[in-house]
C-alpha cells in the first residue's frame, strides 16, 4: 500500500507577503473609493482622500514586489512567474480545472499557479499604469502627448477590477477542492504537499521531504 507523504514547505517569503497583502487591501480600497468618488457626489471628497491615502500606501508595495522580482530570492524573482513549456502545459490544466466548475483535476505546481503567475506580471504592470497616470492627474497633467491619462487610468482600473474579480473566486477554489493550502500559504508562507511514498509511514501516517525531492514529484 502506498504511503502519502505530508510535506509543510516554506514558498513564499516575509517581504512577497508583505507586499502582496499590502498591494491587495490597498488596491480593493483604491477601486472602491474611485468608483465611489464617480458615483456619489455627496462621498467624492472622502473618497478622494482616502484615495490618496491608499495611493501612499499602494506605492512603496509596488515597488517592493519590484525589487524582489529582480533581487529578491527563490519565489520572489521573476524567473518564477515566467512560463515555460511544463508551465504553459499546466495553465491549460488548470485553465480545464475552472471550466469544468472543479471536476478536472488540478496539476501540481511548486510556487506560483502556472496560469495566474503570469498574469501576475501583466497587473503589475497595469498597477504601474495606473500609478504613473494617478500622479499625473494628481499633478493637473491630463494629457501624456496624444494620450489621456483619465483614458490611461480607466482602462488600467478596469483590467485591474476584472482581474479582481476572476482572482478571489479562483484562490478560493482551489483552497477548497485543491490540498495545497494556498490563501494559508500566503498568510504564514508555507505550502502543503502530497507525495506518494513506497516507504512505511510512521504512526501518524507523516514524512517530510526535502524541497529538491518535492520538485521532483511535481513534474
Known amino acids: ?52 491615502m491608499l495611493s501612499a500606501l499602494l506605492l512603496p508595495a509596488l515597488a517592493l514586489r519590484g525589487y524582489l522580482l529582480f533581487f529578491g530570492k527563490g519565489t520572489d524573482l521573476l524567473e518564477a512567474c515566467e512560463p515555460d513549456r511544463h508551465r504553459l502545459r499546466q495553465s491549460l490544466e488548470v485553465l480545464k480545472f475552472y471550466l469544468s466548475l472543479g471536476r478536472s483535476p488540478l496539476p501540481k505546481w511548486f510556487s506560483h499557479n502556472p496560469l495566474w503567475g503570469p498574469l501576475d506580471l501583466m497587473v503589475l504592470a497595469f498597477l504601474l499604469i495606473a500609478c504613473f497616470s494617478g500622479l499625473l492627474l494628481l499633478n493637473e497633467l491630463t494629457y501624456l ?31 477548497l477542492i485543491g490540498k495545497g493550502s494556498d490563501i494559508s500559504a500566503m498568510i504564514n508562507g508555507y505550502r502543503v504537499f502530497l507525495t506518494g511514498n513506497q516507504q512505511k509511514p510512521d504512526s501518524l501516517g507523516v514524512k ?3 524541497v529538491k525531492e518535492l520538485m521532483k514529484s511535481l513534474r
Do not use: C, E, K
Not at 14 to 34: E, F
Not at 42 to 48: E, F, K, P, Q
Not at 158 to 169: D, W
Open 145 to 175: 502627448g496624444p494620450l489621456s491619462n483619465h483614458d490611461l487610468h480607466a482602462l488600467s482600473n478596469i483590467v485591474i477590477g476584472v482581474f479582481v474579480l476572476l482572482h478571489l473566486p479562483a484562490v478560493f477554489s482551489h483552497d
Open 1 to 52: 500500500m502506498q504511503a502519502m507523504t505530508v510535506s509543510r514547505v516554506l514558498v513564499w517569503s516575509r517581504w512577497l507577503r508583505l507586499a502582496h497583502w499590502t498591494m491587495a487591501l490597498s488596491t480593493l480600497g483604491l477601486l472602491l473609493t474611485g468608483w465611489l468618488m464617480n458615483a456619489d457626489p455627496l462621498l467624492a471628497i472622502d473618497a478622494r482622500d482616502y484615495h490618496y
Open 208 to 210: 517530510s521531504v526535502s
